[in-house]
């Protein structure tokens, strides 16, 4: 069955402090290299894009950004990446956390099927142990509990959030609204809101998606809709009427993104949550970076988004500042 997180009632939204004010944060997929048109295979364990991070790392902080670094077990299992990883949080303000990739987590248990990679799907048995297996190695390695998860492919499920209060989790961001992933078995987030809200326990922070173009009000329900028209989606998208836009630089253009975060802002959403994957890093591991053009592309469209967020007054948060505003 197609897990579709319940809307928040009213009581269970973030009502963020003022002095807070409007703030952005960056969550890092930090994973292993392999195909993303294969299959998964529980073999591909490679960490060599991890060589790129400290020069991301550099610029980030050079502009006072935090960098959240969600890592999987073949990360904190690799001693050359926990290297890398434990000088990037000596800046006091990136923090690492937790990303539960199911098929190179063990203990390895049932098919290795497209459902079986969303972590949600599983037993809760084995996602309960996949998820200990994965928190205690990232204890180990960095001597620090973690405090965020976000399930590998987006794949949160029915239990997640029960399973990741009982292990000490404050904080998940796995819900990307505007997405449908039930087509290859995972969760349908086509309804779910931009905004941070309570959860079983646990805080939720969506990745920020937004709805733009003359159409925008009609937002996910429309999305959806036009999805199943042949070519709907682009007609509308050329047309300006409603285009979905995520805050990534994966395969999203900055100028999308820019109107997107004016949209946000003027609607009133006061923490944005953008992402990128760590193997963007270096050419030729992702579908976004295939070669060095690229790469320039992924920094100028960061260093364009920073001036918008500066322009605007809106400030970088850590996760250390977003954990103590939620009190």
Request: glycine share 8%.
């Amino acid at each position: 069955m197609t897990y579709r997180p319940p809307r928040p009632t009213d009581a269970q939204r973030v009502v963020w402090p003022e002095d807070f004010g409007t703030r952005f944060t960056v969550f890092v997929d930090v994973e292993e290299e392999f195909d993303w048109r294969a299959p998964h295979d529980s073999r591909n364990r490679a960490t060599t894009a991890m060589a790129a991070f400290p020069d991301a790392h550099r610029r980030f902080a050079e502009r006072g950004v935090a960098l959240n670094c969600m890592i999987d077990h073949p990360i904190a299992t690799d001693p050359a990446s926990v290297a890398i990883l434990s000088r990037v949080v000596e800046d006091g303000r990136s923090e690492i956390g937790t990303q539960l990739h199911a098929w190179v987590n063990p203990p390895f248990e049932g098919a290795a099927t497209s459902a079986a990679s969303y972590a949600g799907n599983l037993p809760r048995a084995l996602e309960a142990a996949k998820l200990k297996t994965l928190t205690s190695a990232i204890t180990t390695a960095f001597g620090v509990a973690p405090r965020a998860y976000r399930a590998g492919r987006y794949g949160i499920g029915p239990h997640s959030f029960d399973l990741l209060a009982t292990l000490g989790y404050r904080i998940d961001s796995s819900v990307r609204p505007g997405y449908d992933y039930s087509g290859d078995g995972g969760p349908d987030f086509s309804m779910a809101e931009a905004g941070a809200y309570r959860e079983r326990g646990m805080v939720e922070l969506p990745l920020t998606t937004v709805f733009i173009g003359r159409a925008r009000r009609g937002g996910g329900r429309l999305y959806t809709a036009l999805g199943r028209v042949p070519k709907g989606r682009g007609v509308f998208a050329r047309a300006r009427l409603l285009s979905r836009i995520a805050l990534t630089p994966e395969d999203m253009p900055i100028a999308a993104a820019l109107e997107a975060v004016a949209v946000a802002a003027g609607e009133g959403l006061r923490l944005f949550n953008l992402s990128f994957h760590s193997p963007s890093l270096a050419p030729g591991h992702t579908p976004y970076v295939r070669d060095a053009a690229d790469l320039k592309r992924f920094y100028a469209w960061w260093t364009t988004m920073l001036d918008e967020f500066d322009r605007r007054g809106i400030r970088n948060a850590s996760l250390d500042e977003i954990i103590v505003a939620l009190g």
